[in-house]
């Protein structure tokens, strides 16, 4: 028994936290999502030269062979460092795209390995992204059309997963270069401005099918669900990182002669946000640990874990708000930056109170 | 990670589980028990707990040095977990073996060992627990009760409230003041006190269900040997909170086992029952409510195995547990207050009353109530997370 991270673990944490502090922390996420300057590229090479995007590659092909909760941690600091590069993203496409074991996998991974990022167009069947999506078909040639809403980075990585049916009406996954003729993005203007959104327009745009006609289906859930967990585990960092910013300004700002931090209504919001972040941690480990290790509770275990993350993330967030006062309202303070990733996270894939439902299907009908 | 019991740990919890099976007496009555008094059923109680002494079944934690079996912490959980599950009597030897038992092979003389921790592991002697008093509750360390040393004795006066089993205890662990001039902490000792001595006067108090389980203990002019004195004179307060957070740590990690039951007795509840021609299970406010509850018992369990993973690598319990204790309340508290909820009406009766689905739902709801209060109130824990945790000023 054992629910906590190993030493390795731990380190590796804190190398991706000095890479993202190094990199210039937030001030570089403002300069390139929210100041619009060009696509950071050069925050996307570190990343790559210091194995990061390569994680979830087998080490036999040039990866760090690293695990799901490997993935978690690193989707952890990148919610705490509110990273607007498609690195979570990438690492689950890996993970998919080695369960395929043929070409079209081994192509997309090779890609990973040499440096491209990838981005995720799925979770329409899975009562995922946007129910108002038409979504996409496949024609036997494997060319794609139709359209998906929301879908984040687009073109900013090179390759996307896209969730489409078959002629036949089954489930297919499939790989689409980002740039490839018959692939159009529009962007969206998201609250959460670290993560681009993008509709995705395909009007015969080629692809290579992942999976077979029977296994589809059930490897894109199973994508949505390591999505479900990255999410969260985003939300868990950004939500410590919010505790932590909130603890600091209430210890320095006075009112009144003294710091507002010594008012006993401000402390009990504080030991408020830190209980919901630590609860946050055990429900993602827990869930991490169901997917590394198959679980059949899986699917209650990533509900809990995004029920969890969701509605506290929320309440965590208007929280740090609140006890910055009017500074906590305004753009200049670092605080709107996590609250729009936390609260953007709690909504996709799925809100608190759909996984609930979620939750009591599996615990009063026994089934999912 | 892991979330997987040893080889070792699954044989533990089965030759826990038959021995329980065999022992618990066949006339208890585990669901009625919930609200009575201690003393309606205490012949029984002691009969039980003497059994599990005599099987090597009480201070399973103690080092064997003490005649324990040296269990690891994740067997002590596992112990707790089949104890509830099995919803045998509680034990009324829980202070000795708990608090006492670990404070003296810590702190005690070889004669203090010696003399009171064979009977607590024997199940024969129990231990009153007395720190609170009516003027000193969350401020713990503001307490009153003094102690004067006169010749070879201390000599008690005072007065001490909510701690249970003193009209059946052997021996009492009682906070005393033993220096009235230094900072409020400094002053505290830590004593051993005959609780069949003259002087001490026990009254009851009953409780919001109607039983009663918590004395009232009045110390007039006690007297108690020198040398029962546990720790270093005036070092009581390290001794006793050092203990109240261990405290803390293992016990709320196995409390929510009673609420994982509890849960699934409504859960069981729902799927039979009816309402406005409806089965309870198919309303949706209600199908949340059972994954809401469900979702924070999972919870605050795991919370508490991550720490858990902790303190198996030797680590003492410390500030997280203020966490427990909280996830714990909101746990507690959600799952009585659905249980309200889903009987309706019936679920306002008591047990006994010919109307009464399950008797116990209100006795479980009244109970919850104290959870946010005992062991240091929630508000009490947040000023500990906020100032201890996060730093932030101490005052006001
Ligand atoms: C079921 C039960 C079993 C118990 N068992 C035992 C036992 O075995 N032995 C024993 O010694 N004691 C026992 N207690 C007593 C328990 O430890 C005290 O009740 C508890 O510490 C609170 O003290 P109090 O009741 O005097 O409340 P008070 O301290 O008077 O508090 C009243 C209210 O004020 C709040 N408050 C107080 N100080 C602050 C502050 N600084 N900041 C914010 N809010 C504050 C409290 O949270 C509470 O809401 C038990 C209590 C219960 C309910």
């Known amino acids: 028994m054992n629910l906590e991270l190993s030493e390795e673990q731990e380190q590796l944490a804190e190398g991706l936290r000095e890479l993202l502090v190094g990199s210039g922390d937030i001030a570089r996420v403002r300069r390139f999502a929210y100041d619009g300057e060009d696509r950071d590229g050069e925050l996307w090479e570190q990343l790559v030269t210091n194995g990061w995007t390569t994680a979830s590659i087998l080490e036999k092909a040039g990866g760090l062979g690293l695990g799901f909760e490997e993935a978690m941690v690193i989707a952890i600091e990148s919610g705490r460092g509110v990273l607007h590069l498609p690195l979570c993203e990438t690492l689950l496409a890996t993970r998919v795209a080695g369960r395929a074991s043929n070409e079209a996998g081994d192509g997309l991974v090779e890609k990973i390995a040499e440096g491209a990022g990838v981005t995720l167009a799925v979770g329409a069947s899975a009562g995922g992204l946007n129910d108002a999506d038409d979504g996409v078909q496949a024609d036997e040639n494997g060319q794609l059309t139709g359209s998906l809403r929301s879908v984040p980075f687009g073109p900013v990585a090179a390759h996307c997963l896209v969730e489409a049916t078959f002629p036949g009406g089954q489930t297919g996954l499939f790989v689409v270069s980002c740039e490839a003729t018959g692939v159009q993005w529009r962007m969206r203007q998201a609250m959460d401005e670290s993560v681009p959104r993008f509709d995705l327009e395909l009007r015969g745009a080629a692809s290579e099918s992942l999976f077979g006609h029977t296994e589809a289906r059930d490897e894109v859930e199973r994508l949505t669900d390591e999505w479900r967990v990255l999410l969260g585990a985003q939300t868990e960092g950004a939500c410590r990182r919010l505790v932590e910013m909130t603890a600091d300004y209430v210890k320095k700002r006075e009112q009144f002669g003294r710091p507002v931090g010594s008012n006993q209504a401000v402390k009990v919001r504080v030991a408020e946000m830190g209980a919901a972040v630590e609860k946050m941690r055990a429900a993602i480990y827990f869930a991490a640990l169901s997917i590394e290790q198959e679980t059949e509770e899986r699917s209650l275990a990533v509900a809990m874990a995004k029920a969890e993350t969701g509605t506290p993330g929320a309440f965590v967030a208007t929280q740090a708000i609140h006890t910055h006062g009017a500074i906590g309202y305004t753009w200049e303070q670092d605080v709107h930056l996590f609250v729009k990733r936390v609260k953007s996270n709690e909504l996709l894939l799925g809100a608190g109170h759909e996984m609930l439902g979620h939750i009591a299907d599996i615990l009063l009908d026994g089934s999912p | ?396």
């Open chain 2, 1 to 396: 990670m892991d979330i997987d019991l040893s080889p070792q740990e699954l044989e533990f919890r089965r030759e826990f589980r038959t021995w329980l099976e065999h022992n618990i007496p066949e006339n208890w009555e585990p669901r009625e028990a919930r609200g009575q008094s201690h003393h309606e059923s205490w012949e029984l109680r002691r009969d039980f707990e003497r059994r599990m002494g005599r099987d090597g079944w009480l201070g399973v934690a103690w080092p064997e040095e003490y005649g324990g079996r040296g269990a690891t912490l994740m067997e002590q959980v596992i112990y707790q977990e089949e104890l509830a599950r099995s919803e045998a009597p509680g034990l009324a030897g829980h202070v000795g073996l708990q608090m006492v038992g670990p404070i003296l092979m810590e702190v005690g003389t070889d004669e203090q060992r010696a003399r009171f921790l064979p009977p607590i592991l024997r199940g024969e002697e129990v231990w009153y627990q007395g720190f609170s008093e009516p003027n000193a509750g969350s401020d713990l360390a503001g307490l009153q009760t003094r102690a004067v040393l006169d010749g070879d004795e201390w000599v008690i006066s005072g007065q001490k409230v909510w701690g249970g089993f003193a009209e059946f205890a052997d021996w009492g662990a009682v906070l005393v003041r033993t220096d009235p001039d230094v900072p409020k902490h400094k002053g505290i000792s830590f004593m051993v006190v005959d609780m069949k001595s003259p002087g001490i006067d026990i009254s009851y108090i009953r409780e919001i269900h109607g039983g009663s389980n918590m004395n009232e203990v009045f110390f007039d002019g006690v007297r108690v040997p020198r040398d029962n004195v546990i720790s270093e004179i005036n070092d009581g307060w390290n001794a006793a909170t050092r203990l109240l957070t261990w405290e803390r740590g293992v016990i709320t990690l196995s409390i929510l086992v009673n609420h994982e039951i509890f849960w699934e007795r409504l859960r069981e509840y729902a799927l039979a029952n009816k309402r406005g021609g409806r089965r309870l299970a198919d309303i949706p406010h209600i199908r949340e409510a059972l994954a809401q509850t469900y979702v924070n018992i999972r919870m605050m369990k795991l919370a508490n195995l991550r720490w858990l993973a902790h303190y198996l690598k030797g680590e003492r319990p410390g500030l997280e547990t203020s966490y427990m204790k909280l996830y714990w309340n909101s746990a507690h508290k959600s799952v009585s207050d659905l249980a309200l909820e889903l009987g309706g009406a019936d679920a306002l009766e008591l047990p006994g009353s010919h109307a009464a689905p399950e008797g116990a739902f209100p006795v479980e709801w009244m109970a919850s109530r104290a959870t946010s209060i005992l062991g240091g109130t929630e508000d009490i824990q947040r000023n500990i997370i906020a100032e201890r945790i996060y730093g932030l000023p101490r005052g006001s």
